[in-house]
């Protein structure tokens, strides 16, 4: 539980995790555009940013629960902008619905950006020149198409100021 960024308890992260096929792809193209220095994460889609350390119980037993139910259909739906990067926009309702129960949960624990409302999206580049976010963002863009995405399971994972750390993780049934 310590070892956080700034020498105290290290904070939880949340994330939802991919099927194998999707993991591949989206990893690929973070590792193709992000910049190489700054990509110590692989493909991830962020649910909470920063929970605090005490929670580490209740949440595992929450992220367990939640994972009893089949996995919940989600779709890659577009290609954002992030002005210095690009993102994938995603949309699944299910899995949303998990975020609601969980920020409803931890209400009172949540830091600002994990109580504003989610837009769920995976950052394939980020943290890069405006003009080079602009070129990806028209080369992803060029004959998109939405698609299915596997969401497999539920992590919760320490942060430590670089690669997080696993706690756990949860595969959805089936």
């Not at 394939?124 to 596997?150: H, I």
Request: contains cysteine; charged residues 20%.
């Amino acid at each position: 539980m310590s070892g956080g960024v700034d020498g105290g308890p290290a904070p939880i992260i949340v994330s939802a995790l991919f099927g194998d096929r999707d993991f591949a792809w989206l990893d690929g193209l973070r590792r193709a555009h992000f910049p190489p220095e700054r990509n110590v994460l692989p493909a991830h889609l962020t649910l909470f940013h920063h929970l605090p350390p005490s929670v580490e119980h209740e949440l595992r037993a929450l992220l367990a629960q939640a994972a009893r139910a089949p996995a919940p259909p989600a779709r890659v739906t577009g290609v954002m902008s992030l002005g210095r990067g690009v993102a994938f926009r995603i949309d699944s309702p299910e899995l949303a619905a998990i975020r609601v129960l969980l920020a409803d949960h931890f209400a009172g624990l949540l830091t600002p950006q994990d109580a504003t409302p989610w837009r769920p999206h995976l950052t394939v580049q980020n943290k890069v020149t405006p003009e080079a976010a602009r070129a990806l963002l028209a080369e992803l863009s060029a004959g998109f198409q939405p698609r299915p995405l596997a969401i497999a399971g539920l992590a919760c994972w320490w942060y430590r100021g670089g690669p997080w750390e696993l706690i756990a993780r949860y595969s959805f049934r089936g």
